[in-house]
């Protein structure tokens, strides 16, 4: 029986990644015992406890780089958490005797390797995006092993000891429904364009404006679209529908039309042609997975810029287009749209290059990298 401890955290898009290496560890070793390091007052204590997993609290913060009173306070906060950190890494590996100990980003992952890779035991991290992130970066000197979701990001890991491209894992609920099935659980016609926008779980700003401005220029000009747009869970965004049917723009009885603040992801990516998103990693893995092309609008709120350089990965591949929040305007969005909406053959081409992007056996690339260090 192997026991793993995983940490990572601060975004879903660091959690997520651990939870699936936890069930493909699982898969194979079903005996297998599991814990996650995390903040506790984080995204990860949420997702890990409702997964049913043991959870060590880490609280480490990261360093504010703008100056200013509230983030000169902060920084002395993230000091005492890093000086700290080490010794409760320590004992909770002392306590959890883990045969391996894998980190999928996140400022929580630092200290948990390390402490990990200074006692001996095996060390693997799991890098999501093709800019890397700083901690991965710093961690790869250390593990043993650095798994890549894109070949894109090898660069930033030549001084790593083994670095292996597996892809990221994506749900399994992303089956290869047909877009027939799922558009007929929507309610909607099988040969009418149909356009899937989200900026996540939480909503986007940007994307719900847009999102909006699009909707409204169909009914302006008549044109015959369906359109799936969830604004998401923040609670700023409650009363958009609301706005929106303010503003003139029909959504309620508009059978082309589903607006809400959740939706069922794997069932709308299924049925639409074309996707307008984020470039969060599991977002656009979860697009190459369905073979959809995309207009991609990174986050400029994020660090080192990555989902932009996430965005180009599908761009270069001829499989989406980027639109930085910079260069976007009403006009060149919606022109950009309805090319894509306009050209079926377009759609066609590019949803064949974005499934070329996806790694299929991403699950076994894992495993197999990660048995080589279990049997050791």
Same mark, same amino acid.
């Given at each position: 029986m192997y026991r793993v401890l995983l940490a990572g955290g601060g975004t879903a898009g660091h959690v997520n990644p651990a939870l699936a290496i936890a069930e493909i560890i699982k898969d194979k070793y079903p005996d297998t015992q599991f814990c996650f390091a995390g903040n506790p007052d984080k995204i990860e204590a949420e997702l890990v406890k409702k997964a049913g997993y043991r959870f060590e609290p880490v609280r480490i913060e990261g360093f504010q780089r703008h100056i200013n009173p509230a983030n000169i306070k902060r920084n002395f906060k993230a000091v005492s958490?890093?000086?700290?950190?080490?010794?409760?890494?320590?004992?909770?590996? !002392?306590?959890? =005797?883990?045969?391996?100990?894998?980190?999928?980003?996140?400022? #929580?992952? $630092?200290?948990? /390797? @390390?402490? %990990?890779?200074?006692?001996?035991?095996?060390?693997?991290?799991?890098?999501?995006?093709?800019?890397?992130?700083?901690?991965?970066?710093?961690?790869?000197?250390?593990?043993?092993?650095?798994?890549?979701?894109? !070949?894109?990001? =090898?660069?930033?890991?030549?001084?790593?000891?083994?670095?292996? #491209?597996? $892809?990221?894992? /994506? @749900?399994? %609920?992303?089956?290869?429904?047909?877009?027939?099935?799922?558009?007929?659980?929507?309610?909607?016609?099988?040969?009418?364009?149909?356009?899937?926008?989200?900026?996540?779980?939480?909503?986007?700003?940007?994307?719900n404006r847009y999102a909006a401005k699009l909707l409204k220029y169909y009914q302006d000009n008549d044109i015959k679209v369906n359109h799936i747009h969830s604004y998401g869970t923040y609670p700023d965004y409650k009363d958009y529908v609301k706005t929106l049917e303010e503003s003139g723009v029909k959504v309620n009885d508009d059978p082309h039309r589903i607006v809400d603040s959740y939706i069922n992801m794997p069932v709308a990516m299924a049925a639409c042609d074309l996707v307008i998103t984020r470039c969060g990693a599991c977002a656009l893995t979860e697009i190459e997975a369905m073979g959809r092309p995309a207009v991609m609008i990174p986050s400029p709120m994020v660090a080192e810029n990555h989902q932009y350089y996430n965005g180009l990965v599908l761009q270069n591949a001829g499989a989406g287009v980027v639109i930085e929040e910079k260069d976007l305007t009403e006009e060149g969005f919606i022109k950009?749209?309805?090319?894509?909406?306009?050209?079926?053959?377009?759609?066609?081409?590019?949803?064949?290059?974005?499934?070329?992007?996806?790694?299929?056996?991403?699950?076994?690339?894992?495993?197999?990298?990660?048995?080589?260090?279990l049997e050791k």
């Open positions: 958490y890093l000086m700290k950190s080490g010794r409760t890494c320590k004992n909770i590996i !002392k306590d959890f =005797k883990p045969d391996l100990v894998v980190g999928t980003g996140g400022y #929580v992952s $630092g200290p948990v /390797v @390390r402490a %990990a890779a200074k006692m001996g035991i095996k060390t693997a991290v799991h890098e999501q995006n093709a800019y890397a992130g700083v901690t991965n970066k710093l961690l790869s000197k250390h593990a043993d092993l650095v798994m890549l979701s894109v !070949k894109e990001a =090898k660069k930033y890991f030549e001084k790593a000891k083994k670095v292996v #491209v597996t $892809g990221l894992p /994506v @749900r399994k %609920a992303f089956s290869k429904m047909s877009k027939q099935e799922a558009r007929k659980q929507l309610g909607f016609d099988a040969d009418t364009v149909c356009v899937l926008s989200t900026g996540g779980s939480l909503g986007s700003l940007t994307i950009t749209v309805m090319e894509y909406i306009g050209d079926r053959a377009k759609l066609e081409e590019s949803a064949k290059n974005a499934a070329k992007l996806h790694i299929a056996d991403t699950r076994e690339r894992i495993m197999q990298a990660l048995d080589k260090l």
